[in-house]
């Protein structure tokens, strides 16, 4: 019950002085501030007037009417620049006006002076820094000289030695105060804001590297495919083949010019949405559909790997999915299968509804997945490897699966076969 309130009065302060991806550092503070003065001017008002120094009273009344408009503008009207500017000014104005009224030099009011300068050092901008500077000390120096050489325009408004002990004291704790949580506010928003700072930055360094890294295997990869073609052209060219061997080496190159362009094709689509970013677009998808449209592209493959493919899947099982999407992770899952079983082995693809979901297996009878690479499967750290067939990957089809089930509020997740190969399993909900 307790960490519930807790959260709550969080949560209501984390608004009134704005979310942090809304509003400014500097504003906030000033937000901050503009509160914790208001608070200050509640509590100065009521204390003011019983220890006699009612105008005071009356001009910290004006001065939270004040703020509470100030407030508003910055904080609603995001006009935070304005809003400081004229607090600012008017701030030490009234400060000045409660300087005459409340015993000049001898009264508390300096120290008001003091810490009205701290709280605007800290919310101006920096280069606005000397001219409150110049300002404060301009404003205390003139009202200074005007108690000196007019000393009938300062009365001692004080009823007695006990009420300004009682008004210096109070000011002094206010003052030490504000500092004090002022202080340990700007600390832990300056620690914040750091913290994001580096968190970014190693963020950024991960994902350059990686890309580094995918951009260096993609240069290597790409030449072992083209190096092939050109020498198989060369070959046609200055040697006539007999005809079994000529359909051997057009088959071998087939399929790796296809593998080549799924590694395109996935390069493609991780660059758009980077870039970009994902687009998602949820509709009813026909699961039986979907899938025999891949298959019917990986046909090929199958048949001259020899592989044996069997399907079980409802035909009027719809799941809510982006279909584009679905397609291009069951291409990978089925292109991986395909590429890490031996000739002679088997694929099997089902769809089944369980409970409110579409559950979509792919389970071969490949080489299955090394323990060690488990932890990285689905990111961009995983290597790629090659097939049974000598096909090569760049490790980012499954990359792209993880990124576009989590897109469309799916599940995706795998795991070793007790026999061999290893089963992925996709879970979607229903339409």
């Given at each position: 019950?307790?960490?519930?309130?807790?959260?709550?009065?969080?949560?209501?302060?984390?608004?009134?002085?704005?979310p942090?991806?809304?509003?400014?550092?500097?504003?906030?503070?000033?937000?901050?501030?503009?509160?914790?003065?208001?608070?200050?001017?509640?509590?100065?008002?009521?204390?003011?007037?019983?220890?006699?120094?009612?105008?005071?009273?009356?001009?910290f009344?004006?001065?939270?009417?004040?703020?509470?408009?100030?407030?508003?503008?910055?904080?609603?009207?995001?006009?935070?620049a304005?809003?400081?500017?004229?607090?600012?000014?008017l701030?030490?104005?009234?400060?000045?006006?409660?300087?005459?009224?409340?015993?000049?030099?001898?009264?508390?009011?300096?120290?008001?002076?003091?810490?009205?300068?701290?709280?605007v050092?800290i919310?101006?901008?920096?280069?606005?820094?000397?001219?409150?500077?110049?300002?404060?000390?301009?404003?205390?120096?003139?009202?200074?000289?005007?108690?000196?050489?007019?000393?009938?325009?300062?009365?001692?408004?004080?009823?007695?030695?006990?009420?300004?002990?009682?008004?210096?004291?109070?000011?002094?704790?206010?003052?030490?105060?504000?500092?004090?949580?002022?202080?340990?506010?700007?600390?832990?928003?300056?620690?914040?804001?750091?913290?994001?700072?580096?968190?970014?930055?190693?963020?950024?360094?991960?994902?350059?590297?990686?890309?580094?890294?995918?951009?260096?295997?993609?240069?290597?990869?790409?030449?072992?495919?083209?190096?092939?073609?050109?020498?198989?052209?060369?070959?046609?060219?200055?040697?006539?083949?007999?005809?079994?061997?000529?359909?051997?080496?057009?088959?071998?190159?087939?399929?790796?010019?296809?593998?080549?362009?799924?590694?395109?094709?996935?390069?493609?689509?991780?660059s758009?949405?980077?870039?970009?970013?994902?687009?998602?677009?949820?509709?009813?998808?026909?699961?039986?559909?979907?899938?025999?449209?891949?298959?019917?592209?990986?046909?090929?493959?199958?048949?001259?790997?020899?592989?044996?493919?069997?399907?079980?899947?409802?035909?009027?099982?719809?799941?809510?999915?982006?279909?584009?999407?679905?397609?291009?992770?069951?291409?990978?899952?089925?292109?991986?299968?395909?590429?890490?079983t031996?000739?002679?082995?088997?694929?099997?693809?089902?769809?089944?509804?369980?409970?409110?979901?579409?559950?979509?297996?792919?389970?071969?009878?490949?080489?299955?997945?090394?323990?060690?690479r488990?932890?990285?499967?689905f990111?961009?750290?995983?290597?790629?490897?090659?097939?049974?067939?000598?096909?090569?990957?760049?490790?980012?089809?499954?990359?792209?699966?993880?990124?576009?089930?989590?897109?469309?509020?799916?599940?995706i997740?795998?795991?070793?076969?007790?026999?061999?190969?290893?089963?992925?399993?996709?879970?979607?909900?229903?339409?």
């Amino acid at each position: 019950m307790r960490i519930d309130f807790t959260k709550q009065l969080q949560a209501k302060l984390l608004y009134l002085v704005g979310p942090p991806d809304q509003v400014t550092l500097e504003n906030r503070i000033f937000n901050s501030m503009c509160l914790l003065a208001m608070v200050v001017s509640v509590v100065q008002i009521p204390f003011n007037y019983f220890t006699g120094l009612r105008m005071t009273g009356f001009i910290f009344a004006i001065l939270l009417l004040a703020l509470a408009g100030l407030y508003y503008l910055s904080r609603f009207k995001n006009r935070s620049a304005l809003s400081i500017a004229i607090s600012v000014v008017l701030v030490n104005l009234l400060f000045a006006w409660i300087y005459f009224v409340s015993s000049g030099i001898s009264g508390a009011s300096l120290m008001t002076f003091t810490l009205t300068f701290f709280l605007v050092m800290i919310v101006a901008p920096r280069g606005q820094y000397v001219i409150w500077l110049v300002f404060n000390l301009l404003l205390v120096a003139a009202i200074i000289l005007i108690e000196y050489y007019h000393p009938e325009l300062v009365p001692n408004m004080y009823a007695d030695r006990a009420s300004k002990i009682v008004d210096l004291s109070a000011t002094y704790l206010t003052s030490v105060l504000v500092i004090f949580f002022g202080t340990i506010y700007l600390k832990n928003a300056y620690n914040r804001e750091k913290q994001q700072r580096e968190e970014k930055t190693r963020v950024l360094e991960v994902l350059n590297t990686e890309k580094n890294k995918l951009f260096s295997i993609i240069s290597h990869d790409l030449r072992s495919p083209m190096a092939s073609i050109q020498s198989y052209l060369e070959l046609m060219k200055d040697i006539q083949l007999p005809p079994e061997q000529k359909l051997q080496l057009e088959a071998e190159l087939l399929a790796m010019v296809n593998n080549t362009q799924d590694m395109l094709y996935n390069m493609l689509l991780w660059s758009k949405s980077q870039l970009q970013g994902l687009t998602v677009h949820l509709a009813p998808v026909n699961v039986f559909k979907a899938v025999m449209t891949v298959l019917d592209i990986h046909t090929t493959f199958i048949t001259n790997k020899r592989l044996h493919l069997t399907t079980d899947i409802d035909k009027n099982l719809t799941a809510m999915a982006d279909l584009n999407m679905l397609q291009l992770i069951i291409r990978n899952l089925v292109g991986n299968a395909i590429k890490f079983t031996a000739p002679g082995g088997q694929i099997s693809l089902e769809a089944r509804q369980e409970n409110q979901q579409c559950v979509i297996t792919i389970r071969d009878s490949g080489t299955g997945i090394d323990p060690k690479r488990v932890p990285e499967i689905f990111s961009l750290k995983a290597r790629s490897t090659f097939g049974t067939g000598n096909e090569k990957g760049i490790g980012l089809g499954l990359y792209l699966c993880g990124e576009y089930t989590t897109a469309q509020h799916g599940r995706i997740w795998f795991q070793n076969n007790p026999d061999k190969g290893c089963s992925f399993f996709l879970s979607f909900p229903l339409a």
